[in-house]
């Protein structure tokens, strides 16, 4: 069984980067189409970005394009979420999740998180104005 171990969260000010990672363990995550969700405390889990199985196609949440960029090493087998320009508002845990397929044809797709089987832990951002 695949697990996916987050790393890279932290305490940043607005206008800063972080650079979160999304490590698979016990198995490959190469075969899947990727994500970062997020849920700030309080509200519900919200999709940031996905990543197909090959890296060619990428999607965003509307909030996040222009800062965020989502990538993957699958020799490293490991997925990116680089943020820059980090706004108080981005302030929540982040959570990589590896979806069941390796393709994702819509960002409606993208956001369905009943279509991730399997969920890291979760790493915190927290940005100070």
């Known amino acids: 069984q695949v697990k996916l171990i987050e790393s890279g969260g932290g305490l940043v000010q607005a206008g800063g980067s972080l650079r979160l990672s999304c490590a698979a363990s016990?198995?490959?995550?190469?075969?899947?189409?990727m994500a970062w969700f997020r849920q700030a405390s309080g509200k519900e889990r919200e999709f940031v970005a996905a990543?197909?199985?090959?890296?060619?196609?990428?999607f965003y949440e509307d909030s996040v394009k222009g800062r965020f960029t989502i990538s993957r090493d699958n020799v490293e087998d490991t997925v990116y979420l680089q943020m820059n320009s980090l706004k108080p508002e981005d302030t929540a845990g982040y959570y990589c999740?590896?979806?069941?397929?390796?393709?994702?044809?819509?960002?409606?797709?993208?956001?369905?998180?009943?279509?991730?089987?399997?969920w890291g832990q979760g790493t915190q951002v927290t940005v100070s104005s």
């Open positions: 016990g198995g490959t995550s190469e075969t899947y189409a």
């Open positions: 990543i197909s199985w090959s890296g060619a196609t990428t």
């Open positions: 999740a590896a979806n069941r397929y390796r393709n994702i044809p819509t960002v409606k797709d993208a956001a369905r998180t009943t279509d991730y089987d399997i």
